[in-house]
T-cell receptor, first 113, second 115 residues
Framework: GEEVAQTPKHLVRGEGQKAKLYCAPIKGHSYVFWYQQVLKNEFKFLISFQNENVFDETGMPKERFSAKCLPNSPCSLEIQATKLEDSAVYFC???????????FGSGTQLSVL | GDSVTQMEGPVTLSEEAFLTINCTYTATGYPSLFWYVQYPGEGLQLLLKATKADDKGSNKGFEATYRKETTSFHLEKGSVQVSDSAVYFCALTNAGGTSYGKLTFGQGTILTVHP
């Protein structure tokens, strides 16, 4: 497709439950990025992929967060045992080649109650 | 580490007014600088960018100049429209190595333009 597709748009979880978010990058794009936007508009880089390989994971919390980009499947971001502070909008972005601009999806709003 | 500081918002203007949103940065090396815009319920869209000192990025009437001596990248527009109402983010990246796509964002500035 011609846009980055994120699903679901909204996700509500009780504390301790698992949350899984999906991202379909634009067809032909090799790079995928995940960002977390918390209160006051603060964006935090989480992880990036080059095809199915992790490119940079320096922003990923060491515990509970994991991500994958497998061939012929949407990329996913999974949070085990969610906490209240995980409530945020999670944005996925993709780009065709290194050095090109990022195209962002419209985000998944995760609410942990 | 790298950081970006934007002027506090919100900013409220009348249509056709002049806009300035200040942005300063701290970074090692020679970062690339960006302005992104976020409309309600949407993701970020790249508004403009500059990759080296004294470069001017421009798009849709918006401009920003990469000032290395003052470590600044202020966003300006001569005459704003109601449709410019959005949240504006200044960002940087050190594009070398695995830093590609790893953006450091400012805190965002909410702009509201009234008719």
């Amino acid at each position: 497709g011609e846009e980055v597709a994120q699903t679901p748009k909204h996700l509500v979880r009780g504390e301790g439950q698992k949350a899984k978010l999906y991202c379909a990058p634009i067809k032909g794009h090799s790079y995928v990025f995940w960002y977390q936007q918390v209160l006051k508009n603060e964006f935090k880089f989480l992880i990036s992929f080059q095809n199915e390989n992790v490119f940079d994971e320096t922003g990923m919390p060491k515990e509970r967060f994991s991500a994958k980009c497998l061939p012929n499947s949407p990329c996913s971001l999974e949070i085990q045992a969610t906490k209240l502070e995980d409530s945020a909008v999670y944005f996925c972005a993709s780009s065709p080649v290194r050095g090109e601009k990022l195209f962002f999806g419209s985000g998944t709003q995760l609410s942990v109650l | 580490g790298d950081s970006v500081t934007q002027m506090e918002g919100p900013v409220t203007l009348s249509e056709e007014a002049f806009l300035t949103i200040n942005c300063t940065y701290t970074a090692t090396g020679y970062p690339s600088l960006f302005w992104y815009v976020q409309y309600p319920g949407e993701g970020l869209q790249l508004l403009l960018k500059a990759t080296k000192a004294d470069d001017k990025g421009s798009n849709k009437g918006f401009e920003a100049t990469y000032r290395k001596e003052t470590t600044s990248f202020h966003l300006e527009k001569g005459s704003v429209q109601v449709s410019d109402s959005a949240v504006y983010f200044c960002a940087l990246t050190n594009a070398g190595g695995t830093s590609y796509g790893k953006l450091t964002f400012g805190q965002g500035t909410i702009l509201t333009v009234h008719p």
